[in-house]
Each structure stands twice: as structure tokens, then as C-alpha cells.
Nanobody, 122 residues
Framework: QLQASGGGLVQPGGSLRLSCAAS????????IAWFRQAPGKEREEISC????????SYADSVKARFTISRDRAKNAAYLQMNSLKPEDTAVYYC?????????????????WGQGTQVTVSS
């Protein structure tokens, strides 16, 4: 089971850190991705770190502003979001794939968190 948290209302330029806590499994056995879905848009993958901990990938829209990480001791993954923009407003989801590589396709991921709302507005 995955529990995503950390969303909220933040002003443009602000920061948030999203958390994805896992229970009943070890996050390090999985490839971890963060997706988001903005109103009226399809869900998109914005960041991923593969099971072996290789170089993370980021969508162009969040590159250099967002950072994905994971913590073995806490069995959790994180998405640090800096320099937030109104266009970052969306519901954010964490997802796990029992495979070694990242993929942008939702069907690739086996487990999903429930989503956490991020709203960037002044």
C-alpha cells in the first residue's frame, strides 16, 4: 500500500515536498515514479528513479526544479518541488513498478498512491 502526502496550497515560487510511504513492501524492490494530473489533462509522468537507483529522469517541465529521492530506513520516496508555478497545479501520484526501468506508461506501474493535491496560486 502506498500513501502519498505533502500536498497543499503554495504561492508561486514556493516549495513543497511530497512523500510516498509504503507499507507491506520495500520501495527499494521497485522502480518509483511520480505522476501528476492537472484539471482537464491526462496523467503524465514527471519523474522516475529505477530500482537500481540509477540517474533519475524528469519531464522537461519540471527539470531543475523537482528532485526525486528515496529513503530505505523510512521506506519512503519523496518529490522535492521548488520554484513552483501555477501550471504545476495538479493531483500528484506516486507509483511503483516491479521492473527495473522507468516507463511513461501508467499501465507499467503496479501500485499507486491515492494522490495528493498541489495548488500553486497567489
Amino acid at each position: 500500500q502506498l500513501q502519498a502526502s505533502g500536498g497543499g496550497l503554495v504561492q508561486p515560487g514556493g516549495s513543497l515536498r511530497l512523500s510516498c510511504a509504503a507499507s507491506g513492501l520495500s520501495l527499494y524492490d521497485y522502480t518509483i515514479a511520480w505522476f501528476r494530473q492537472a484539471p482537464g489533462k491526462e496523467r503524465e509522468e514527471i519523474s522516475c528513479i529505477n530500482r537500481s537507483g540509477g540517474r533519475p529522469s524528469y519531464a522537461d517541465s519540471v527539470k531543475a526544479r523537482f528532485t526525486i529521492s528515496r529513503d530505505r530506513a523510512k521506506n519512503a520516496a519523496y518529490l522535492q518541488m521548488n520554484s513552483l508555478k501555477p501550471e504545476d497545479t495538479a493531483v500528484y501520484y506516486c507509483a511503483l513498478a516491479a521492473r527495473g526501468l522507468c516507463s511513461p506508461y501508467e499501465s507499467y506501474y503496479r501500485y499507486w498512491g491515492q494522490g495528493t493535491q498541489v495548488t500553486v496560486s497567489s
